[in-house]
C-alpha cells in the first residue's frame, strides 16, 4: 500500500510558496494561490474551503508549468492575464503595463479635482495619455457619470486591450481610442478639462535597475522616458497647458525622484497655477498635478 501523501490543494499551495520563495518572488504565497485558483477557475477564498482536496492529474499539471513560467521570472498578472485595479479586474497582456496600486492616486486626485469643478451643464471632457490597458480611463467613465473619456496611446496593441477592457465593463461607448504620440495627433482645437497621465518616467538608469521581471516581460516603451526620466512628461505639460480648459487640471503619476523637476517644469509653465504633490501610502511622491489658470 503506498505511503505517499496526497497533492491536496493545501499542499500545492505549501510546496509551491516555498519553491517561489526560493526563486525570488516577493509575494510567493500570493503567487501561489492566484495561479492555482486561476488554474480550478475558482475565486482565492475558494481555496481554502476545499484545502483536503486532490485537484487531479490534469490541473496539476497546468499549475506545474504556469509555477516553471513563474519561478523562471514570468510576472503572474502575464501568465493569469489579468490584473485587478480600483475593484475591477483588468485583462493584460505583455503589450500593456501591469497596472500597479500606485496608479490609483492617478484616479483619486481626478475624481477630486472634478468634484470642485464646473462644467456648465456639459459632459466633463477627460484626456488619458498613455492609456495602456485603460484602466485610468475605464475608472473615470465608471466613477464620473457625465463625462467624455479620450484614451490616446502611441501602440496599437494597447489600444487593443484597452477596447476590450472597456467593453468588459460596459462603458466603450463613452471612450474615444485615439493613436498617438501624446497629444500630436489631435485636431488643434480639441480641449479638455482634465488631462491624466500615468507616462514613461523611468530613466534609462533606473530600468537597468528595475527587477528582472519588469526588465525582460514588460514593455520598455511605456516605463522609460530618456536618460533623465522626465522627458516625456517635458513634452506633456506644454501640450496640456495648450488644450487645457481654464480651470482644468493637469494629473500626472511621476517617480518620487522626479518631484522637484515636474514641479519646476509646470511652475514654468506660466499658464498653470497651483503645482501640489500627493503622496502614496509609503509616503512617497506620486501623483503631481496643476491647474490651468482662469478658474470660472
Not at 509575494?27 to 483536503?52: H, K, M, N, Q, W
Not at 528582472?212 to 496640456?240: C, F, H, K, M, W
Not at 498635478?289 to 482662469?294: D, H, N
Request: aromatic letters at 8%.
Amino acid at each position: 500500500m503506498s505511503t505517499a501523501q496526497p497533492w491536496t490543494i493545501g499542499r500545492l499551495l505549501q510546496w509551491t510558496s516555498d519553491y517561489l520563495k526560493q526563486h525570488g518572488s516577493s509575494s510567493p504565497r500570493l503567487d501561489a494561490e492566484v495561479l492555482l485558483a486561476e488554474t480550478l477557475g475558482r475565486a482565492r477564498i475558494e481555496l481554502y474551503t476545499s484545502f483536503d482536496t486532490d485537484p487531479g492529474d490534469e490541473a496539476r499539471a497546468t499549475f506545474r508549468e504556469l509555477v516553471r513560467r513563474r519561478a523562471a521570472g514570468e510576472p503572474v498578472a502575464y501568465l493569469v492575464g489579468h490584473r485587478e485595479f480600483y475593484s475591477l479586474a483588468f485583462e493584460v497582456s505583455p503589450d500593456v503595463l501591469i497596472p500597479r496600486p500606485e496608479t490609483e492616486f492617478v484616479v483619486l486626485a481626478l475624481l477630486d479635482a472634478i468634484q470642485n469643478y464646473r462644467a456648465e451643464g456639459r459632459p466633463v471632457e477627460i484626456a488619458d495619455v498613455g492609456t495602456g490597458s485603460g484602466v485610468i480611463a475605464i475608472c473615470a467613465a465608471k466613477h464620473v457619470a457625465a463625462c467624455r473619456v479620450t484614451a490616446i496611446d502611441s501602440s496599437p496593441a494597447a489600444l487593443e486591450v484597452a477596447r476590450r477592457n472597456a467593453e468588459a465593463h460596459d462603458v466603450a461607448g463613452r471612450i474615444e481610442f485615439v493613436l498617438s504620440d501624446l497629444c500630436t495627433s489631435l485636431p488643434p482645437d480639441r480641449g479638455f478639462d482634465f488631462m491624466v497621465s500615468n507616462p514613461p518616467y523611468l530613466s534609462e538608469r533606473e530600468f537597468e535597475q528595475a527587477p528582472a521581471d519588469v526588465r525582460n516581460y514588460e514593455p520598455r516603451s511605456a516605463l522609460v522616458a530618456g536618460p533623465a526620466g522626465e522627458e516625456v512628461i517635458a513634452r506633456l505639460v506644454p501640450q496640456a497647458a495648450d488644450r487645457l480648459a481654464p480651470g482644468g487640471s493637469f494629473i500626472t503619476e511621476i517617480s518620487p525622484m522626479l518631484e522637484g523637476r515636474v514641479l519646476a517644469l509646470l511652475r514654468a509653465e506660466e499658464r498653470f497655477e497651483t503645482a501640489a504633490t500627493k503622496k502614496d501610502l509609503a509616503g512617497l511622491a506620486r501623483v503631481v498635478s496643476a491647474r490651468r489658470r482662469g478658474f470660472p
